[in-house]
């Protein structure tokens, strides 16, 4: 190891300028500046991510009732109830048709509206049920409907099945 002796201009030319320091200190502080800002927009994304994550959950609930409220009306027994608000009665003669072979199986009869059973309210009491359909005996006579079914006398030939083949309807 070798100490060399400088005399007092060399050593002077040798030490730092106060515009060097002044310049590594103004760099570090903006490496500090621009960290602190980065951690600022990230925390500012987290609390915004968090934000959507609760709004997704809450929309989630929202669509599983929505859900179950459609699933609740679309029932056999809110389906009954809302066919009875329209006028319409169950045809207790069941009739089965058979296409391949053009048969028919049972003997069809026309709704009878006065001895067919119709339904007051939900038949059977479900506690999964989230929304009832409105209906009642008073609804159906305060909106003025009438529960009956007109039969035509006409003899004129219904739909006709060609051997293999469904009847479409003409507005397809």
């Known amino acids: 190891m070798r100490v060399m002796l400088l005399s007092a201009n060399d050593a002077k030319k040798l030490r730092p300028s106060m515009l060097a320091g002044f310049i590594f200190v103004l760099g570090i502080v903006a490496v ?24 997704k959950r809450d929309l989630a609930t929202e669509v599983q009732i929505i ?9 056999p027994q809110n389906l009954a109830d809302a066919a009875n608000q329209l006028g319409m009665v169950a045809n207790p003669a069941s009739v089965l048709l058979d296409i391949r072979n053009d048969r028919i199986f049972g003997s069809p009869e026309p709704a009878d509206a006065e001895t067919a059973a119709v339904a007051s309210s939900n038949l059977v009491a479900n506690s999964a049920l989230g929304t009832v359909s ?25 739909v006709v099945l060609e051997s293999g083949r469904i009847p479409a309807s003409p507005t397809r």
């Open 32 to 55: 500090y500046i621009v960290q602190l800002a980065l951690n600022m927009v990230l925390t500012q994304d987290a609390y915004y991510l968090k934000e959507l994550k609760i709004q």
């Open 67 to 75: 859900q179950e409220e459609v699933d609740s009306l679309g029932s």
């Open 134 to 158: 409105e209906f009642a005996l008073s609804t159906i006579a305060a909106s003025g409907l009438e529960v009956s079914v007109e039969i035509s006398s006409e003899n004129t030939p219904g």
